[in-house]
Antibody, heavy 123, light 106 residues
Framework: QVTLKESGPGILQPSHTLSLTCSFS??????????VSWIRQPSGKGLEWLAS???????YNNPSLKSRLTVSKDTSNNQAFLKVTSVDTADTATYYC???????????????WGQGVMVTVSS | DIQMTQSPSLLSASVGDRVTLSCKAS??????LNWYQQKLGEAPKLLIY???SLQTGIPSRFSGSGSGTDFTLTISSLQPEDVATYYC????????FGAGTKLELK
Protein backbone atom coordinates (compact mmCIF):
# COMPACT_ATOMS: atom_id res chain seq x y z
CA GLN A 1 0.00 0.00 0.00
CA VAL A 2 1.39 3.34 -1.06
CA THR A 3 1.20 6.17 1.46
CA LEU A 4 2.78 9.61 1.56
CA LYS A 5 2.90 12.27 4.23
CA GLU A 6 4.15 15.82 3.99
CA SER A 7 5.76 17.74 6.82
CA GLY A 8 6.86 21.33 7.06
CA PRO A 9 7.20 24.41 9.26
CA GLY A 10 3.56 25.51 9.22
CA ILE A 11 4.41 29.19 9.22
CA LEU A 12 7.46 31.11 8.07
CA GLN A 13 8.45 34.67 7.36
CA PRO A 14 8.78 36.34 3.97
CA SER A 15 12.17 36.02 2.27
CA HIS A 16 12.92 32.81 4.18
CA THR A 17 13.39 29.36 2.68
CA LEU A 18 10.58 26.83 2.87
CA SER A 19 11.73 23.26 3.47
CA LEU A 20 9.26 20.40 3.06
CA THR A 21 9.68 16.66 3.53
CA CYS A 22 7.64 13.91 1.95
CA SER A 23 7.92 10.59 3.80
CA PHE A 24 6.52 7.66 1.89
CA SER A 25 6.08 3.91 1.98
CA UNK A 26 4.95 1.21 -0.40
CA UNK A 27 7.35 2.03 -3.22
CA UNK A 28 11.01 2.77 -3.83
CA UNK A 29 12.34 5.87 -5.53
CA UNK A 30 15.03 3.72 -7.08
CA UNK A 31 12.51 1.71 -9.13
CA UNK A 32 12.26 2.52 -12.83
CA UNK A 33 9.34 4.79 -13.63
CA UNK A 34 8.76 5.98 -10.08
CA UNK A 35 8.83 9.58 -9.03
CA VAL A 36 7.59 12.02 -6.44
CA SER A 37 5.99 15.29 -7.43
CA TRP A 38 5.11 18.38 -5.46
CA ILE A 39 1.86 20.24 -6.11
CA ARG A 40 0.43 23.17 -4.19
CA GLN A 41 -2.98 24.72 -3.78
CA PRO A 42 -3.76 28.12 -2.26
CA SER A 43 -6.90 28.07 -0.18
CA GLY A 44 -9.97 28.09 -2.42
CA LYS A 45 -7.90 28.06 -5.60
CA GLY A 46 -6.60 25.59 -8.15
CA LEU A 47 -3.68 23.20 -8.32
CA GLU A 48 -0.18 24.16 -9.38
CA TRP A 49 2.49 21.59 -10.18
CA LEU A 50 5.84 22.62 -8.71
CA ALA A 51 8.48 19.95 -9.28
CA SER A 52 9.14 16.27 -9.81
CA UNK A 53 12.06 13.99 -9.02
CA UNK A 54 12.51 10.63 -10.70
CA UNK A 55 14.00 7.25 -9.91
CA UNK A 56 17.14 8.13 -11.87
CA UNK A 57 17.71 11.39 -10.02
CA UNK A 58 16.42 13.60 -12.81
CA UNK A 59 14.43 16.59 -11.67
CA TYR A 60 11.93 18.79 -13.42
CA ASN A 61 10.83 22.17 -12.07
CA ASN A 62 8.00 24.49 -12.97
CA PRO A 63 9.64 27.16 -15.14
CA SER A 64 7.39 29.87 -13.70
CA LEU A 65 9.14 29.53 -10.35
CA LYS A 66 12.52 29.62 -12.03
CA SER A 67 15.41 28.82 -9.75
CA ARG A 68 13.48 29.14 -6.48
CA LEU A 69 12.78 25.42 -6.34
CA THR A 70 15.08 22.57 -5.39
CA VAL A 71 13.82 19.00 -5.20
CA SER A 72 15.89 16.13 -3.87
CA LYS A 73 15.49 12.64 -2.48
CA ASP A 74 16.89 10.21 0.08
CA THR A 75 16.16 6.83 -1.44
CA SER A 76 17.44 4.85 1.52
CA ASN A 77 15.05 6.55 3.90
CA ASN A 78 12.09 6.81 1.51
CA GLN A 79 11.93 10.59 1.57
CA ALA A 80 11.74 13.40 -0.92
CA PHE A 81 12.34 17.06 -0.24
CA LEU A 82 11.33 20.42 -1.64
CA LYS A 83 12.96 23.74 -0.93
CA VAL A 84 11.43 27.02 -2.00
CA THR A 85 13.64 30.07 -1.56
CA SER A 86 12.65 33.69 -1.01
CA VAL A 87 9.06 32.96 -0.08
CA ASP A 88 6.39 35.61 0.02
CA THR A 89 2.68 35.65 0.83
CA ALA A 90 1.87 34.25 -2.61
CA ASP A 91 3.51 30.99 -1.52
CA THR A 92 0.88 30.48 1.18
CA ALA A 93 -0.83 27.22 0.22
CA THR A 94 -1.39 23.58 0.99
CA TYR A 95 1.54 21.62 -0.37
CA TYR A 96 1.03 18.04 -1.54
CA CYS A 97 3.49 15.38 -2.51
CA UNK A 98 2.31 12.66 -4.85
CA UNK A 99 3.61 9.34 -6.09
CA UNK A 100 4.25 9.78 -9.80
CA UNK A 101 4.29 6.95 -12.28
CA UNK A 102 5.74 7.03 -15.77
CA UNK A 103 5.68 4.14 -18.22
CA UNK A 104 5.35 3.22 -21.85
CA UNK A 105 6.58 6.62 -23.02
CA UNK A 106 2.96 7.76 -22.91
CA UNK A 107 1.61 7.45 -19.41
CA UNK A 108 2.42 9.78 -16.53
CA UNK A 109 0.20 10.45 -13.59
CA UNK A 110 0.00 11.28 -9.91
CA UNK A 111 -1.88 8.35 -8.45
CA UNK A 112 -1.30 8.52 -4.70
CA TRP A 113 -1.31 11.79 -2.81
CA GLY A 114 -0.39 12.81 0.69
CA GLN A 115 -2.90 14.59 2.88
CA GLY A 116 -1.16 17.91 2.27
CA VAL A 117 0.56 20.31 4.64
CA MET A 118 -0.56 23.88 5.05
CA VAL A 119 2.14 26.51 4.81
CA THR A 120 1.55 30.14 5.74
CA VAL A 121 3.98 32.90 4.86
CA SER A 122 3.50 35.82 7.19
CA SER A 123 5.54 38.39 9.03
CA ASP B 1 3.90 27.33 -21.86
CA ILE B 2 0.79 25.31 -22.55
CA GLN B 3 -2.37 26.78 -21.07
CA MET B 4 -5.33 24.60 -20.14
CA THR B 5 -8.81 26.13 -20.21
CA GLN B 6 -11.68 24.33 -18.53
CA SER B 7 -15.33 25.10 -19.05
CA PRO B 8 -17.67 25.76 -17.54
CA SER B 9 -16.11 26.94 -14.29
CA LEU B 10 -19.32 26.01 -12.46
CA LEU B 11 -21.83 23.38 -13.51
CA SER B 12 -25.12 22.57 -11.82
CA ALA B 13 -26.78 19.28 -12.69
CA SER B 14 -29.32 16.84 -11.30
CA VAL B 15 -28.80 13.30 -10.11
CA GLY B 16 -28.98 10.99 -13.10
CA ASP B 17 -27.95 13.66 -15.63
CA ARG B 18 -25.30 13.05 -18.23
CA VAL B 19 -22.60 15.63 -17.52
CA THR B 20 -19.87 16.81 -19.87
CA LEU B 21 -16.84 18.84 -18.78
CA SER B 22 -14.53 20.46 -21.30
CA CYS B 23 -10.79 21.04 -21.29
CA LYS B 24 -8.96 22.85 -24.08
CA ALA B 25 -5.21 23.06 -24.54
CA SER B 26 -3.49 26.10 -26.06
CA UNK B 27 -1.53 23.79 -28.36
CA UNK B 28 -1.49 20.16 -29.44
CA UNK B 29 -0.95 17.84 -26.48
CA UNK B 30 -1.83 14.67 -28.41
CA UNK B 31 -3.44 12.49 -25.74
CA UNK B 32 -1.22 13.45 -22.82
CA LEU B 33 -4.05 14.46 -20.52
CA ASN B 34 -5.34 13.27 -17.16
CA TRP B 35 -8.43 14.10 -15.12
CA TYR B 36 -8.55 14.51 -11.36
CA GLN B 37 -11.44 14.82 -8.94
CA GLN B 38 -11.09 16.83 -5.75
CA LYS B 39 -13.73 16.78 -3.06
CA LEU B 40 -13.85 19.48 -0.43
CA GLY B 41 -11.07 19.09 2.12
CA GLU B 42 -9.48 16.13 0.35
CA ALA B 43 -6.48 15.53 -1.85
CA PRO B 44 -7.16 15.13 -5.57
CA LYS B 45 -7.93 11.67 -6.93
CA LEU B 46 -6.89 10.37 -10.33
CA LEU B 47 -9.89 9.45 -12.47
CA ILE B 48 -8.67 9.16 -16.06
CA TYR B 49 -5.16 8.99 -17.51
CA UNK B 50 -3.87 9.26 -21.08
CA UNK B 51 -7.18 10.83 -22.13
CA UNK B 52 -9.43 7.79 -21.86
CA SER B 53 -7.96 5.14 -19.54
CA LEU B 54 -10.00 4.62 -16.40
CA GLN B 55 -7.96 4.43 -13.22
CA THR B 56 -8.43 1.27 -11.16
CA GLY B 57 -11.36 1.52 -8.79
CA ILE B 58 -13.05 4.43 -10.54
CA PRO B 59 -16.71 3.81 -11.48
CA SER B 60 -17.40 3.16 -15.13
CA ARG B 61 -19.80 6.10 -15.33
CA PHE B 62 -16.67 8.25 -15.75
CA SER B 63 -15.11 8.37 -19.20
CA GLY B 64 -12.71 10.57 -21.09
CA SER B 65 -12.23 11.40 -24.74
CA GLY B 66 -10.44 13.75 -27.11
CA SER B 67 -7.07 14.39 -28.67
CA GLY B 68 -4.99 17.31 -29.82
CA THR B 69 -6.44 20.36 -28.10
CA ASP B 70 -10.00 19.37 -27.15
CA PHE B 71 -10.84 16.96 -24.38
CA THR B 72 -13.94 15.90 -22.50
CA LEU B 73 -14.74 14.21 -19.21
CA THR B 74 -18.18 12.63 -19.17
CA ILE B 75 -20.18 11.35 -16.24
CA SER B 76 -22.91 9.19 -17.72
CA SER B 77 -25.29 9.35 -14.76
CA LEU B 78 -24.46 11.89 -12.09
CA GLN B 79 -24.44 10.62 -8.51
CA PRO B 80 -24.52 12.72 -5.31
CA GLU B 81 -20.98 11.61 -4.45
CA ASP B 82 -19.70 13.13 -7.71
CA VAL B 83 -20.03 16.65 -6.30
CA ALA B 84 -16.46 17.91 -6.52
CA THR B 85 -14.07 20.07 -8.51
CA TYR B 86 -12.60 18.42 -11.59
CA TYR B 87 -9.19 19.31 -12.99
CA CYS B 88 -7.59 18.39 -16.26
CA UNK B 89 -3.82 18.15 -16.45
CA UNK B 90 -1.45 17.99 -19.42
CA UNK B 91 2.00 16.47 -19.49
CA UNK B 92 3.01 16.85 -23.12
CA UNK B 93 5.22 19.85 -22.48
CA UNK B 94 5.76 20.79 -18.91
CA UNK B 95 2.98 19.90 -16.55
CA UNK B 96 -0.07 22.17 -16.33
CA PHE B 97 -3.40 21.94 -14.54
CA GLY B 98 -6.56 23.58 -15.73
CA ALA B 99 -8.36 25.95 -13.38
CA GLY B 100 -11.06 23.40 -12.61
CA THR B 101 -14.79 22.88 -13.05
CA LYS B 102 -16.85 22.88 -9.89
CA LEU B 103 -19.74 20.44 -10.18
CA GLU B 104 -22.71 20.88 -7.90
CA LEU B 105 -26.18 19.38 -7.59
CA LYS B 106 -29.11 21.34 -8.88
Amino acid sequence: QVTLKESGPGILQPSHTLSLTCSFSGFSLSTYGMGVSWIRQPSGKGLEWLASIWWNGNTYNNPSLKSRLTVSKDTSNNQAFLKVTSVDTADTATYYCAHTLYYGYTVLYFDYWGQGVMVTVSS
Amino acid sequence: DIQMTQSPSLLSASVGDRVTLSCKASQNIYKYLNWYQQKLGEAPKLLIYYTNSLQTGIPSRFSGSGSGTDFTLTISSLQPEDVATYYCYQYNSGYTFGAGTKLELK
